[in-house]
């Protein structure tokens, strides 16, 4: 399981997990679909609890849920220092994110200014983000 990939799937969704009760789910639901829903929330009552021991991690996950996404990385580091020092929840974890991944089929999210999602994958394309241009190929 890549951590960076785990920070940027959880980062848009931050906001909703961070608030606890029904508006929430309903909040996921319509960002991610309810079946992709109920995955990310197991995931996260798996994850979040360890998250809010750690100050530094919880301090990240309000940041990033706010919209600071320079916060993105520092979460991301605290991610994987709680997860390198569990194994057995790192796995369980990785096998929750993956579930979760499936359930909400393929999406792909850009975060950040001018940035670039792509499903599958980009040939003989040119992106256009603003600040220049760039030809795959």
């Given amino acids: 399981m890549d951590i960076a990939v785990l920070t940027s799937f959880l980062a848009p969704l931050l906001p909703a997990l ?6 929430a789910l309903e909040t996921l639901s319509g960002q991610i679909g309810a079946a992709a829903a109920e995955k990310v929330r197991a995931l996260w009552a798996r994850l979040g609890p360890k998250v809010a021991e750690r100050p530094g991690a919880e301090e990240a ?7 600071e996404e320079r916060w993105t990385g520092t979460l991301a580091l605290h991610l994987e220092e709680l997860l390198d020092a569990d194994p057995a929840l790192k796995a369980e974890v990785a096998a929750l994110f993956a579930d979760a991944v499936a359930a909400a089929g393929t999406t792909v999210i850009a975060q950040g200014d001018r940035s670039v999602a792509v499903g599958k994958s980009v040939t003989n394309s040119t ?11």
């Avoid at 996950?61 to 919209?67: M, R």
């Avoid at 992106?127 to 190929?137: M, P, Q």
């Fill in 61 to 67: 996950a309000v940041k990033v849920a706010a919209g």
């Fill in 127 to 137: 992106i256009i983000t603003g600040d220049g241009t760039v030809t795959g190929g």
């Fill in 18 to 23: 961070l608030r606890p009760g029904q508006q």
